[in-house]
């Protein structure tokens, strides 16, 4: 009996899933600059081919990784806060979210420094999806702004620099995790919150 010939067509689309896994396990173990479609393939069990047929080069690769990794934040910054809600139960959804973010994006980043290609994909990408820090300082400091107005926030303030500075703070402690330098204490991410939250209080 003659066996029936296996049909060619797209790779299993789950196969893009594992794709993105990989790279950012390669990226989080290596380094960005060791991050290659055979070892990116290897780790995902797919054909290198599959890599290419996806993302069809290395740049496309990362940017896949890099909205892999923005798609939680984007989805944060575009749901409204509702009115009254706990400001450490917000500020701790946000700053964990954007540090998870930032630790998956910033290698990325800082590759397309030195990449030309991978930089005028990124800048395209970011400016056709209006990406940045400032979505999230308008995101926090509209939810500051409201709690002003509903008199739960000191009136002194203004609410989208404080939220600039919680940003800030949240920006530094994910830099220092990506940088070649012996560890050094910083106020972890609760001090943070707690500090901001104090800041808040009415006088």
């Given at each position: ?57 290395r740049a496309g690769l990362l940017q896949a990784v890099f ?16 009115p009254g809600s706990d400001p450490r139960e917000v500020l ?112």
């Open positions: 009996m003659n066996e029936t010939p296996k049909r060619r067509g797209r790779p299993p689309a789950g196969g893009r899933e594992a794709i993105i896994a990989a790279a950012l396990q390669v990226i989080r173990e290596r380094g960005i600059a060791r991050l290659t479609t055979r070892e990116v393939a290897g780790l995902a069990g797919v054909s290198e081919a599959s890599v290419f047929y996806h993302y069809k080069d909205a892999e990794g923005v798609a939680p934040l984007k989805a944060l910054a575009e749901s409204a806060v509702q701790t959804v946000y700053g964990r979210t954007l540090e998870e973010f930032l630790d998956e994006t910033l290698p990325v980043i800082a590759a397309a420094q030195s990449d030309t290609e991978l930089r005028d994909v990124l800048a395209a990408y970011m400016a056709e999806n209006d990406l940045g820090p400032h979505r999230g300082v308008a995101a926090i400091g509209a939810y500051f702004a409201g709690e002003q107005a509903a008199g739960r926030a000191c009136g002194d303030l203004d609410p989208y620099v404080l939220a600039m500075m919680f940003i800030g703070a949240c920006h530094t402690r994910a830099s220092q995790r990506q940088l070649p330098l012996p560890s050094a204490d910083l106020p972890p991410l609760e001090d943070i919150i707690d500090a901001t939250v104090a800041a808040l209080r009415p006088a």
